[in-house]
């Protein structure tokens, strides 16, 4: 217990997860210190490269609700009623995600996410949030964790009743867990990388509004997420070997103009270049492991325990959930953290695998199985 009987805790990774994460555990009264690797993204100079935008499902949306803040999200999120598929002719086909009730899903700014959440949370005066602050080390004997301050260098070690750890996809507790006995891990990488480009915002609206885009290609795809400003985010996803095949601007544009040819105009010859040169295509990795709890007092939660490539637009959305299953669970067990964590991890497990599996099969069905009339779907999967 730390002060006054009152539970502390520490949330290691102030990303979409951590923080939203540190907002539920304020709630409930404990103690919360947040060590984030990164300087305040709210001030930062320099975004992160990595997806602009998010879709924001019912999943996570249920998290965001309870702690009082889905309202101001949803009011900066542009709804996404369905696909909308291009063949190679430039023609479209609206496919809704629910032409019954029409819910729909949502393209939200993850920096915007981000920022809403930290600013939430510096709201509890029992929370206190350290930037450039990154974990060092674990023990799990001594149940403390080394912090390095990124701008004295120093280091300093603490403890807590409970250590959350929301540190992304590449956790270092995650491998601190993979030293101890009967832990399962493993990593998948795909073959196919991501690289982001832009639709300015003076062709934004040429698109049909409130879709998420795809031009499914079969071995690839190129997919478009509306923002709040009229551009669109747009996300091509290609094996390594092809994205560097296309060596120069030439062999892009005519790459483009045979396979998506009316993106070309809307995202710009110019701008399309010195995009597509301007950064390295980035992994995909999908992480499995179990269980997500050491001891009585350290837990994984959102990428850290179960990363997930991201076809299924559910990696946010899961690590939210996360969130909300934990509360829900240490409220009905009266804050016994040991007992907690415990039935987290156990009951976390299959649904996380799950989605991990889906996210990977959703791949296929996004770049390829879209395009394909029913009788073939089914005989593509007599062939698997
Ligand atoms: P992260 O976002 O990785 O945050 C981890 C945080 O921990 C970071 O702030 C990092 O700086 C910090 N950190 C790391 N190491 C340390 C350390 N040692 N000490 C202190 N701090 C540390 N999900 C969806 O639900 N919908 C989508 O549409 C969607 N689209 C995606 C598109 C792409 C291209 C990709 C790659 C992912 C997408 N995802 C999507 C998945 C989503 O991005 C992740 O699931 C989500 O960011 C996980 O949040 P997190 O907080 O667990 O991890």
Known sequence: ????????????????????????????????????????????????????????????????RAVGIEK???????????????????????VPYDALTGQCIYSISRDYLNNVLLTELEKYPNVKIYFNHKLMSVSFE???????????????????DLIIEADGAYSTLRRYMQLTPLF??????????????????????????????????GQFMMIALPNKDNSWTVTLFMPFGKFESLRNAAELKDFYYKTFPDAVPLIGEDLLVNDFFKVKPSALVSVK??????????????????????????GMNAGFEDCFLLDGILERRSNDIAGSIEEFSRERVED?????????????????????????????FDEL
């Not at 403390?144 to 807590?160: F, G, P, W």
């Not at 690289?195 to 409130?210: A, D, F, R, S």
């Open 1 to 64: 217990m730390g002060s006054n009987n009152v539970n502390s805790v520490i949330v290691v990774g102030g990303g979409l997860v951590g923080s939203l994460c540190a907002i539920f555990m304020a709630k409930r009264g404990y103690h919360v210190t947040l060590f984030e690797y990164r300087e305040d993204i709210r001030t930062a100079k320099f975004a992160r490269g990595r997806s602009i935008n998010m879709a924001l499902s019912n999943r996570g949306r249920k998290a965001l």
């Open 72 to 94: 101001i999200i949803l009011e900066s999120a542009i709804p996404m009623k369905g696909r909308l598929l291009h063949d190679l002719k430039g023609r479209t086909t609206s």
């Open 142 to 160: 001594d149940e403390r964790i080394s912090v390095m301050n990124l701008i004295t260098e120093e280091i300093t070690t603490h403890q807590a």
């Open 184 to 217: 399962e891990y493993s990593q998948t990488y795909i073959q196919h990388g991501y690289l982001e480009l832009v639709i300015p915002p003076e062709n934004g609206p040429k698109m049909t509004p409130n879709h998420l885009h795809i031009w499914p290609r």
């Open 289 to 314: 492991c179990k269980p997500y709890h050491v001891g009585s007092k350290f837990l994984l939660i959102g990428d850290a325990a179960h990363a997930m490539v991201p076809f299924y637009g559910q």
């Open 352 to 380: 996380a695998y799950a989605i991990c599996e889906l996210a990977m099969y959703n791949y296929v069905e996004m770049r390829d199985l879209v395009t394909r009339p029913s009788y073939r779907l089914r005989k593509f």
